[in-house]
């Protein structure tokens, strides 16, 4: 089976653009999210766009900053201040990675958790780590969702992350816990990867190495979800795990794209509801 991200992406958005006319129906207020950019990398220029777009298409307040490459941090945490203090805006995201100069820890220690979309801040990590209510990452969520769409059984089942970013790699491993897998969290430096691999039922590959998880390494009838988002060697987009081979083997697995891309922005935006309603107490 082919994880189909872009058709369950899209179903989300709908849902999501139906609860923005509901809140504007009960509180007479529209949903609004913040995007902050700063400089010019060219996969970031690419990302945020897409998420205004979607903003758009749902009907939600979309603001964006984009903010020149030598934006100073005093100048990008009073931006942030503003922000919070904002009523118009409901969810904030500082997209990543940020300049030199700037302490990305320092900024989402400044975002306000309520408004904090991407759950990265040090309450909402906090609080996934300690099984505690919050807003989760977007990508981990649209990963556990292509996991349930695809039927995948969790309780049990060893699952292996590949990457331990704090974006992708811990987040979804405290997901996958969180619904009772055994997870193993494999990096870098993890030894014989591909026989991790091979016991794998379930793996999320989340390293940005273009098809470094070989086919051959897969279980037969795992469950394989692609974070990955690459140029190979002839410059084709592709993911983290050599997709030809990989799907002889695996039950179900994503495309690159069309697979996790999708559902990262379908729950930043689905976060964004989840925030108004809170700040809004229509929860
Ligand atoms: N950079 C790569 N992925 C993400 C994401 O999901 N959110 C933000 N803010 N930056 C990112």
């Known amino acids: 089976m082919i994880i189909d991200g872009k058709a369950i992406a899209a179903r989300i958005r709908a849902e999501v653009a139906a609860q923005v006319r509901e809140i504007e129906k009960r509180a007479g207020v529209r949903p609004g999210l913040a995007l902050i950019r700063v400089g010019n990398d060219p996969a970031s220029e690419i990302y945020v766009r897409g ?31 503003k922000l919070n203090g904002d009523q118009t805006v409901h969810g904030v995201l500082v997209q990543l990675p940020l300049p030199r100069q700037i302490d990305a820890g320092a900024v989402l220690d400044a975002l306000s958790p309520e408004k904090d979309v991407d759950g990265f801040g040090p309450i909402n990590a906090g609080a996934l780590f300690t ?18 769409e695809a039927e995948t059984p969790l309780q049990g089942a060893r699952a292996l992350v590949v990457g331990r970013s704090n974006i992708v790699g811990k987040p979804v491993a405290m997901l996958l816990l969180e619904r009772h897998a055994t997870v193993t969290l494999a990096h870098s430096r993890t030894a014989a990867l591909d026989q991790e691999v091979g016991r794998a039922d379930v793996l999320v590959a989340a390293v940005g190495k273009a098809e470094m998880i070989k086919g051959a390494w897969i279980k037969l009838g ?50 964004t509801i989840q925030a108004a309603k809170a700040q809004l107490d229509l929860s």
Do not use: W
């Open 51 to 81: 998420k205004a777009k979607a903003c758009q298409e749902t009907g939600m307040a979309g603001f964006e900053h984009i903010l020149p490459e030598e934006t100073t941090q005093p100048a990008l945490l009073e931006l942030v201040r």
């Open 131 to 148: 099984g505690r209510k919050g807003l989760r990452p977007c990508t981990p969520s649209g990963i556990l969702r292509l996991l349930d």
């Open 222 to 271: 795992a469950t394989v979800i692609d974070v990955g988002m690459n140029r190979n060697a002839a410059g084709k987009l592709c993911g983290d795990v050599e997709f030809p081979v990989a799907s002889q083997r695996a039950r179900a697995i994503t495309p690159v794209p069309g697979g996790v891309g999708p559902m990262t922005i379908a729950y930043l935006l689905s976060n």
